[in-house]
């Protein structure tokens, strides 16, 4: 089991955290033993789930390559629909050549609609747009004079230099979750086409943060059927346990986190005891072996998001929390 975290790289305008309060809490991290460091995509604001949005994920991870030293770094999950394929390739290669190979291509579909507004892309292509940004993507990372002609891609003979170091390992997010409470939606969409694309690219899957256990295990099942189906092996799908995630100290009550969540999290207190990480440090690692138990076997990953760079949650979850997790 690896563990790591997903940044709170919230943009919090004279607040936001500078680049050296960023890398000396990462190069911390690395001494602590986290081995991935990811960060979320979102051009705007995505209420009710968060009140601020974060920094640009592209322009992020190059900085931190430079202030880092062995932390694997990629977005979780950066959404792939809004980017030009072949802009990004380059983009992508190089942030992984200055990275010394370190990056981890973490995507997803997205769903925010103002944000596939904005960029005039069509919210409702956005799933077939992806499967061929990254057969498109793929195919320029690994030859030259490429061409590819899709529906909603075209391009003729086109070299991306620099290629990736290494192929890049593939983290797709997506699946169900309590979409209700999230995005109002009382009929949930059908999760078939996102698991197939899971079944079908990914290396690793990473379920939503407030995914129930149930949700978890009946995706699970959907997607051992589509791996067979598309002649993978189980085996071959690893998975990634996600989640925000706030400790309290011994005998500190839930109400005191309110407001330090509060100052980026749109949800209430009773959302984050049910679907995130709430609790004394027992208790988080407690629902952490919960959700890894229901996940079943290939869990390789535990990314957890404290809320801000402070040092304490920091080492709450590294000597206090994931040393519980590590010994079940």
């Keep these: ?171 797709i997010g997506g699946g169900t979750q309590p979409f209700e409470k999230i995005y109002g939606q009382a009929t949930p969409p059908d999760m078939t086409p996102v698991l197939r694309r899971i079944a079908k690219y990914a290396t690793t899957w990473v379920p939503h943060s407030s995914s129930t256990p149930e949700m978890v295990r009946e995706d699970w099942a959907r997607l051992e059927g589509y791996l067979a189906e598309m002649g993978r092996k189980t085996s071959d799908l690893t998975k990634a346990y996600s989640n925000f995630v706030y400790i309290l100290k011994k005998g500190e009550k839930p109400e005191s986190a309110v407001p330090k969540f509060s100052a980026v999290s749109g949800m209430n207190l009773d959302y984050w005891k049910t679907y995130y990480l709430l609790g004394e440090a027992e208790e988080v690692a407690d629902k952490i072996r919960a959700k890894l138990e229901v996940m079943g076997g290939q869990v390789e990953h535990v990314v957890l998001n404290p809320i801000n760079w402070g040092r304490e949650q920091l080492e709450l979850l590294a000597n206090e929390v994931l040393p519980r997790v590590g010994s079940a």
């Design 1 to 171: 089991m690896q563990y790591g975290l997903r940044l709170p790289s919230f943009a919090l305008g004279d607040q936001t955290a500078t680049l050296d309060t960023m890398g000396a809490y990462l190069r911390h991290a690395e001494d602590l033993g986290f081995t991935t460091a990811m960060c979320i995509d979102h051009l705007l604001i995505v209420r009710p789930a968060v009140i601020r949005t974060w920094l640009e994920p592209m322009t992020l991870l190059a900085a931190l390559a430079g202030v880092t030293r062995s932390i694997r770094l990629g977005p979780m999950a950066l959404t792939l629909p809004l980017r030009n394929p072949v802009y990004f390739a380059k983009e992508w290669a190089t942030f992984d050549y200055l990275s010394g190979g370190r990056s981890i291509f973490g995507v997803g579909v997205g769903w925010h609609e103002k944000e596939f507004e904005v960029m005039n892309v069509q919210r409702n292509q956005r799933g077939k747009r992806m499967d061929e940004m990254l057969e498109a993507i793929f195919a320029l990372w690994e030859g030259d004079s490429v061409s590819y002609q899709g529906k909603h891609i075209q391009f003729m003979d086109v070299t991306v230099e620099p290629k990736p170091l290494r192929k890049p390992e593939v983290w």
